[in-house]
C-alpha cells in the first residue's frame, strides 16, 4: 500500500500528465503510461520531491539540471521509440528519462560523464534492467553498444557531433532540443544522411533536421559551437 507521503505524490504524477502533458498533444498511450509508472521523484534533489512534478527544471547536483516534464515527453514523442529499439541517451543525469526509455520497451545505453550523477543513475535504474550506464565525454557518444536506432539529448544541444551521427543505424533517428544561433530552443528528430560513393573522399555524415516545437532546456555541457563575433 502506498505511504501517506507517497499517495500526494502519486497525485501529482497524474496532475502532470492530465494538466501538462496531455493538454501539450502527449496522447500517445505508450508514452503517457511510462509517465504515470515511472516516479519522477527518486530522481531529483533530495529535499526537492515535492517539486518534482512541476513545470520547471530540477537541480540533479554537478551543476547539472532535468528538463521539465514537457521537455521530456516532446523528446520522447519525437523520437517516437518503437518496442526492442536500441537506444543512446547522451547526458543521462539521475536517470530519469533512460527510465522512462525502459518502460518503452527499449534497450537503452544511459551515457554520463559526470561521475556523482552517473553513480546515483546505476543506483535508482537497478529495477530497470534493460538500460546500463555507461560513463565517458559525452560528446564522443558510446561506440561499444553502436548502431543504435535512436539517440536522444537529455538537454538542450547547439550541434551533433559527427562522432555520435556515425552511431546511427542506416534507419536510425535523433531527438534533441536544438539551441538556435537566434536564441531559441527547437525539439527536432534528425535522421543521418550519409555520403554517396560518388561524394568527395572524407565527406561525413550528417543530420538532417526536422522541427517539431519550441522547448526551452538546460544546455548539456560540450556541445555548444565556438562563438564567432556578428554585427
Sequence with gaps: MASVAAEPLARARLAMIESQLMPCG???????EAFRRVPREAFVTSGRQSMAYAETVQPMG?????????????LLAAADVPEGASVLLVGAG??????LLAELGARVVA??????????????????????????????GWPEAAPYDRVLFDGAVEHVPDAIAGQLAPAGRVAAILAGQDGVHRVARGVAVRPEASDPEGARPYISWDY????PAPILPGFTLPRTFRF
Design 94 to 99: 539521475t536517470g530519469y528519462t533512460a527510465a
Design 111 to 140: 551515457l554520463e560523464s559526470e561521475p556523482t550523477l552517473a553513480a546515483r543513475a546505476r543506483s535508482l535504474l537497478g529495477a530497470w534492467p534493460n538500460v546500463s550506464v555507461a560513463e565517458g565525454p559525452l560528446p564522443q
Design 26 to 32: 502527449i496522447v500517445d498511450h505508450r508514452l503517457v
Design 212 to 215: 517539431v516545437a519550441e522547448c
Design 62 to 74: 554537478a551543476g547539472r539540471w532535468m528538463p521539465t516534464p514537457l521537455a521530456t515527453a516532446r
